[in-house]
């Protein structure tokens, strides 16, 4: 699965749109999380507990978004984005987007 944040993918032609496809997960932070986090940004510098968080939220956003688009047919997807909101103190929902779409190799 190709999956490019331009409009475009250089050496592809797009043949086909099959439509909008997204990926969502909803995560929490936890108490141990929390703790550590907080003595951690006490410290300054990178807070490790929540950037793992971050990526792993983003990650299983990513993984849902590959699947919706293969079972839409697609072998690529364009114009991908991720974008990510908090529902309620300490509950960030991660959205991945994109365009789904057939490409084949340009001549």
Do not use: C, F, W
Not at 38 to 43: E, I, K, N, P, V
Not at 46 to 62: F, N, T
Not at 92 to 103: D, F, I
Request: aromatic letters at 4%; hydrophobic letters at 45%.
């Amino acid at each position: 699965m190709l999956i490019v944040t331009t409009n475009e993918a250089p050496g592809y032609r797009v043949v086909k749109t099959l439509g909008l496809v997204r990926g969502i997960t909803v995560r929490s932070r936890n108490a141990i999380s929390d703790m550590v986090g907080g003595l951690q940004s006490m410290l300054g510098g990178r807070v490790g507990v929540y950037v793992k968080l971050a990526e792993a939220s983003r990650a299983e956003a990513y993984q849902e978004l590959v699947e919706h688009a293969q079972a839409m047919g697609a072998n690529a997807v364009i114009a991908m984005r991720y974008e990510a909101n908090e529902i309620m103190e300490g509950v960030t929902e991660v959205l991945a987007y994109g365009t789904a779409v057939v490409v084949e190799p340009a001549d």
